[in-house]
């Protein structure tokens, strides 16, 4: 009998900028243009009151013991705002109708708001199954929780379509109650990117199906993000980048691609952190399981036990670490230049300075983008967002092994 072994790797390569990110089609693939929310938060209580969501969404969403989970079948959403808001478009159902959803590559589950939404929807988008003639309902029930709130609704199955391919009967959630702020028009839900095993449905996801299909040329994706955090110019939506499936476009990088398996397979697109420097010094890391990130793509900055963030602000002369709101994070003087470069194994990348300050909080004092995060004891111990992803097209690669 043959086995059937599934073999993933993230793969990381310089950007290549330019202003705007084209349609490109490839032999089986293609390149669409992703969207963005710039962030809109302007007082030291608005940014507080973020940081403190962005803490307890992913906390929850990487199983932290103190965030319970609320029954079986839940899987977990961080709040959608500021360059976590990556998002592109799909289409559901028969007659096609396009919706905006989050690209999180943390996460494994298609969830969408539902026409008979009663909370929490506002002016979003949302889905109505009776006008899809090929929708069926699962009967079901799905929650979706998020830090202190959560989505709920049930499972139905319909045609799936991105970027011209076409997934017939995909499973995905329809929810109908919101907690307020969980959505943003013109966002109206969230498109997992991660593997099976992780996702709250049991469903195999929309990028899985499709390379175990064939329908791709390479079974990869890849993610090139822009980035607006501190820039006073930017609009409520921006160019995002763009978002690539099936086939390497060579016109979005520059060099070489640094390739680097997983060292577990088939949940979170998970890397091992073997090495880190602040300021050119080295900070000292464990290897193994305790050294393992994953690569979230829904994930503004990047979370790591409090020994390592300690460490790396303890290079940073003035830093202090925050209370109420801004517990877990540090803060810094805004005239200190901070360098920060992550190694997975392969070549060093460089996080710049623009990157690690995620906010100017007062005239002196900036607030960095590393923070202490706690998770849960199946989930890696350091969760890289776009902080990271931002300067760097990253290639999310997977194929069978017969």
Same mark, same amino acid.
């Given at each position: 009998m043959l086995s059937?072994?599934?073999?993933?790797?993230v793969?990381?390569?310089?950007?290549?900028?330019?202003?705007?990110?084209?349609? @490109?089609?490839? $032999?089986?693939?293609? @390149? %669409?243009a992703?969207?963005?929310r710039a962030h809109?938060?302007?007082?030291?209580?608005?940014?507080?009151?973020?940081?403190?969501n962005?803490?307890?969404?992913?906390e929850?969403?990487?199983?932290?013991p103190?965030?319970?989970?609320?029954?079986t /079948?839940?899987? =977990?959403l961080?709040?959608q705002n500021?360059?976590?808001?990556?998002?592109?478009s799909?289409?559901?159902?028969?007659p096609p109708?396009?919706?905006?959803?989050?690209?999180?590559?943390?996460?494994?589950?298609?969830?969408?708001?539902?026409s008979?939404?009663?909370s929490?929807?506002?002016?979003? $988008?949302?889905?109505?199954p009776?006008?899809?003639?090929t929708?069926?309902?699962?009967s079901?029930? &799905?929650? %979706?929780?998020?830090?202190? /709130?959560?989505?709920? /609704?049930?499972l139905g199955?319909?045609?799936?379509?991105?970027?011209?391919f076409?997934? #017939?009967? #995909?499973?995905?959630?329809?929810?109908? #109650?919101?907690?307020?702020?969980?959505?943003?028009d013109?966002?109206?839900?969230?498109?997992?990117?991660?593997?099976?095993?992780i996702?709250?449905s049991k469903?195999?996801? =929309?990028? +899985?199906?499709?390379?175990?299909?064939?329908?791709w040329?390479s079974?990869?994706?890849?993610? +090139?993000?822009?980035?607006?955090?501190n820039?006073?110019?930017?609009?409520?939506?921006?160019a995002?980048g763009?978002?690539?499936?099936?086939? @390497?476009?060579?016109?979005?990088?520059?060099g070489d !691609?640094d390739?680097v398996?997983?060292?577990?397979?088939?949940?979170?697109?998970i890397?091992?952190m073997?090495?880190?420097? *602040?300021?050119?010094?080295? !900070?000292?890391?464990p290897?193994?399981?305790d050294?393992?990130?994953?690569?979230?793509t829904?994930?503004? =900055?990047?979370?790591? $036990?409090?020994?390592? !963030?300690?460490? !790396?602000?303890a290079?940073i002369?003035g830093?202090? =670490?925050g209370?109420?709101? &801004?517990e877990n994070?540090?803060?810094?003087?805004c005239?200190?230049?901070v360098? *920060?470069s992550?190694?997975?194994? /392969?070549?060093?990348w460089?996080?710049?300075?623009?990157?690690f300050?995620?906010?100017r909080l007062?005239?002196? @004092?900036?607030?960095?983008? &590393? &923070?202490?995060?706690?998770?849960?004891?199946?989930? $890696?111990?350091w969760i890289v967002?776009?902080?990271f992803?931002?300067?760097l097209?990253?290639?999310?690669?997977?194929?069978?092994?017969?």
């Amino acid at each position: 009998m043959l086995s059937n072994h599934l073999i993933s790797a993230v793969l990381l390569s310089l950007t290549t900028y330019a202003s705007a990110a084209p349609q @490109t089609n490839g $032999p089986a693939g293609q @390149t %669409i243009a992703l969207k963005k929310r710039a962030h809109t938060h302007n007082s030291l209580a608005e940014w507080g009151v973020w940081a403190k969501n962005h803490r307890e969404g992913l906390e929850a969403k990487y199983g932290n013991p103190k965030h319970d989970k609320r029954g079986t /079948g839940t899987n =977990l959403l961080v709040n959608q705002n500021g360059d976590s808001s990556y998002y592109g478009s799909v289409a559901i159902g028969t007659p096609p109708t396009s919706y905006n959803v989050i690209l999180d590559t943390g996460s494994s589950d298609l969830w969408i708001a539902d026409s008979s939404c009663t909370s929490g929807c506002g002016n979003v $988008p949302t889905f109505n199954p009776s006008t899809s003639s090929t929708f069926q309902n699962q009967s079901t029930p &799905f929650s %979706i929780t998020y830090g202190s /709130g959560q989505a709920a /609704g049930s499972l139905g199955s319909d045609v799936v379509q991105m970027a011209g391919f076409s997934v #017939q009967n #995909q499973i995905f959630a329809v929810c109908d #109650q919101v907690s307020s702020g969980l959505l943003t028009d013109p966002v109206s839900g969230l498109l997992g990117l991660a593997f099976q095993t992780i996702a709250a449905s049991k469903a195999k996801p =929309l990028w +899985q199906t499709l390379v175990d299909s064939g329908s791709w040329d390479s079974p990869l994706m890849a993610f +090139q993000l822009t980035r607006f955090l501190n820039d006073s110019s930017a609009q409520t939506e921006e160019a995002g980048g763009s978002f690539t499936m099936g086939f @390497t476009n060579s016109s979005l990088f520059t060099g070489d !691609i640094d390739y680097v398996n997983m060292p577990v397979q088939g949940s979170y697109w998970i890397l091992p952190m073997t090495s880190l420097t *602040v300021q050119g010094n080295s !900070i000292s890391l464990p290897s193994g399981q305790d050294s393992y990130a994953a690569i979230d793509t829904g994930t503004t =900055l990047v979370g790591g $036990p409090a020994q390592y !963030i300690a460490q !790396i602000f303890a290079q940073i002369p003035g830093s202090q =670490l925050g209370t109420g709101n &801004f517990e877990n994070y540090y803060t810094y003087p805004c005239d200190t230049s901070v360098t *920060v470069s992550l190694s997975f194994g /392969g070549q060093s990348w460089s996080i710049s300075p623009a990157d690690f300050q995620l906010s100017r909080l007062t005239r002196n @004092t900036c607030l960095g983008s &590393f &923070f202490v995060l706690t998770t849960g004891s199946s989930a $890696p111990s350091w969760i890289v967002g776009d902080t990271f992803l931002v300067r760097l097209l990253g290639h999310f690669h997977s194929r069978h092994v017969y």
